[in-house]
């Protein structure tokens, strides 16, 4: 099977908390366009101060990563497999908040990085709830 047949295949019947993580890999993978299109948004939205050093190409290689988050929770998400969904949260309820809130309180992108901070965590704790019910 080529790559491109095996990223194209059809998902068998998902639960909704895999369709949950691949729609929260939508998300992430947009966002991470958007930051490495335009790093800028940081000051546009999240009314961010400007850029001293080489803080726009930071945001850019954070954006790139988040893409490829979201890239993988996607076809994760799609795979139904339900170990994806339980890695998530467990990522996004530990790892997330640990790093980036002590990051945002000491003013790095503060009101970037708290809102996924605290966006993160919460999406996670819908993704176990939808996981839990399946069980």
Not at 61 to 81: E, K, N
């Amino acid at each position: 099977m080529s790559l491109i047949k095996a990223l194209l295949e059809k998902p068998a019947k998902l639960s909704p908390a895999s369709k949950f993580t691949y729609l929260n890999g939508v998300l992430y993978m947009g966002s991470g366009i958007l930051l490495v299109a335009w790093p800028g948004v940081a000051q546009t939205i999240f009314q961010e101060t400007a850029f001293v050093g080489r803080e726009e190409a930071l945001l850019r290689v954070t954006g790139l990563t988040l893409g490829v988050i979201g890239w993988f929770y996607f076809f994760g998400g799609r795979s139904g497999a339900s170990q994806i969904v339980a890695a998530s949260v467990v990522d996004r309820l530990i790892f997330v908040p640990a790093v980036l809130i002590p990051l945002a309180l000491m003013g790095v992108f503060p009101k970037l990085l708290l809102t996924f901070g605290l966006l993160d965590p919460t999406l996670a704790v819908i993704a176990w709830v939808l996981f839990r019910r399946r069980v």
